[in-house]
């Protein structure tokens, strides 16, 4: 599976779906860049959450707020006091590492030893001092435990700190620390502060929801695992506000519908499950998280949580401004309580990655042969179809360019006219193109061609009227 995922990693920036960011300078650690063909897989990814959040739902409407926010708002979600991971220093290695995540890694070693009584007692100790922000345990949990910093092998460590996971940057040219920003840490809080906007321009009724997608920036201090965690990322999150009461009905309702979401895309279902939260944050009253089988096992891809009405009071407190609602229904005003489905677009990419990789064995008694594919959902697929002359002249290529030209509207379609047409058909499988389109000489005869499923391989021959017709039933949504 360490290769496996070594190869997802390589095939992404062989084939310009993901780079390192500022490469030619040796990267920006846990910052990407998208190239042509993963910007058009994540823009399709985006399309899929869009239409069937805001253009299925009637009342679903979306938003795209501002990455920067008033400094209040930070205060008000506890994103400046609360936003924090326990980090704590090691004075020989100079390396700076998350304290419990320090504890964890002895725990999964007590675990592989067989000590299944320290490991227990070490979890109890870690989630007691965690619980109580008790950051001073932490550090005699680390001392207790000979815990020694995997890069110097020594215990000479500085205390437990809090360091905040914001990034934080000035607005205008004042001196005096007045004018600082924050990048935003999640979108969320560009939907709660526009709440009544929304509500009223749009005469929204409650239950409704609002969408948004765009991106948010954390400070990770662990970024590892290539797009898994970022410190520029993007989310998709829709805030549900219905009637105090009926929250836990939605929940449910959010929890089941998510998860059809993304078994949708047809791939093993068996790579997807939820994971309960039993530890929940102070103002949740249910969480949960659905997790993808990754090839360094399950993680989470999304959370769908129950906020109550934490966010809505916590901005009404802050900017003295009443965030409530009317409901003409049972006559009475309310603070809506919420709930939140929260996507990393960049994980949900990564899972459609692991997902459609697969080098298909092609040996025939003859000869040893093999084939790397993209299996995306056809409405997923970077490029819809190929059009490829079978030779570069006597008029193939004028005839193959007059078909893209029809289709190039609509379709991502590509032209490719270099090699021979069976390497050709093997570049667009390894970039998941569904189908191919060959234009031959009796093209110029009877306007038909050949189409080859990426798939399953077979071909066959169509009218070059049916073609939009063909792609469409294909590929669209
Ligand atoms: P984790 O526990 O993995 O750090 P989280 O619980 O902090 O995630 P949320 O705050 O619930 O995550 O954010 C919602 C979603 O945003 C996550 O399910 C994940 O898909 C995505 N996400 C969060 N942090 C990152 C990151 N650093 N890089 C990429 N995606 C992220």
Same mark, same amino acid.
């Given at each position: ?62 938003? *795209? ?26 004075? %020989? ?34 989630? /007691? ?24 092998? /020594? ?45 009223? /321009? ?43 009461? /009926? ?28 994971? *309960? ?31 109550? %009405? ?35 677009? %960049? ?107 990426? %798939? ?22």
């Amino acid at each position: 599976t360490d290769d496996f995922f070594k190869s997802v990693v390589s095939h992404a920036k062989e084939y310009g779906f993901v780079f390192q960011s500022s490469e030619i300078y040796d990267g920006l650690s846990a910052v990407y860049d998208y190239g042509q063909l993963g910007s058009e897989l994540k823009n399709n990814l985006k399309t899929y959450w869009w239409k069937s959040m805001v253009q299925l739902n009637e009342n679903i409407v979306g938003i *795209d707020a501002a990455i920067f926010m008033h400094p209040t708002t930070w205060k008000a979600s506890g994103h400046v006091d609360g936003f924090n991971d326990p980090m704590i220093d090691n004075k %020989d290695s100079k390396k700076r590492y998350r304290a419990d995540q320090l504890i964890e890694d002895k725990i999964a070693r007590y675990e592989a030893d067989g000590k299944t009584t320290e490991a227990t007692a070490l979890l109890e100790s870690l989630n /007691t001092a965690l619980n109580a922000d008790d950051l001073a345990a932490l550090k005699s949990i680390i001392e207790e435990h000979n815990i020694v910093c995997p890069v110097s092998g /020594t215990k000479n460590w500085t205390e437990v700190r809090q360091f905040n996971l914001m990034f934080a940057t000035q607005m205008g040219a004042m001196a005096d620390g007045a004018d600082q920003v924050y990048l935003r840490p999640e979108t969320a809080q560009g939907i709660f502060v526009n709440f009544l906007n929304v509500q009223k /321009t749009g005469r929204m009724k409650i239950p409704f929801g609002i969408a948004q997608i765009g991106k948010a920036f954390r400070n990770e201090v662990i970024a590892r695992q290539f797009i898994m965690r970022m410190r520029e990322f993007e989310q998709m999150e829709m805030q549900f506000f219905c009637r105090p009461g /009926t929250e836990l009905e939605w929940y449910n309702k959010w929890k089941e519908t998510r998860l059809k979401w993304h078994l949708a895309l047809g791939f093993d279902p068996s790579n997807y499950r939820y994971h *309960d939260h039993d530890k929940l944050a102070h103002y949740a009253n249910a969480a949960v998280d659905i997790e993808f089988n990754f090839p360094f096992g399950f993680k989470e891809v999304e959370g769908i949580h129950s906020r109550t %009405d934490f966010d809505l009071k916590q901005h009404q407190e802050f900017s003295k401004k009443k965030m409530q609602y009317f409901d003409p229904e049972i006559n009475q005003n309310y603070i809506p309580y919420v709930i939140e489905t929260s996507i990393g677009l %960049d994980r949900l990419f990564l899972t459609v990655l692991c997902n459609a990789l697969v080098t298909e064995d092609l040996s025939t008694e003859e000869k040893q042969d093999s084939r790397v594919v993209l299996k995306f959902p056809p409405a997923l697929a970077p490029v819809k179809a190929a059009i490829l002359p079978l030779t570069k002249k006597d008029g193939l290529p004028e005839k193959a360019r007059e078909i893209l030209n029809t289709l190039k509207l609509d379709y991502n379609v590509q032209y490719d006219e270099k090699d021979a047409i069976g390497k050709r058909y093997r570049r667009q499988d390894a970039i998941g193109t569904p189908i191919c389109i060959t234009v031959d000489y009796d093209s110029l005869q009877d306007n038909t061609v050949t189409i080859r499923h990426r %798939d399953t391989m077979a071909q066959e021959r169509v009218a070059i009227a049916d073609l939009e017709k063909i792609i469409n039933d294909l590929a669209g949504w």
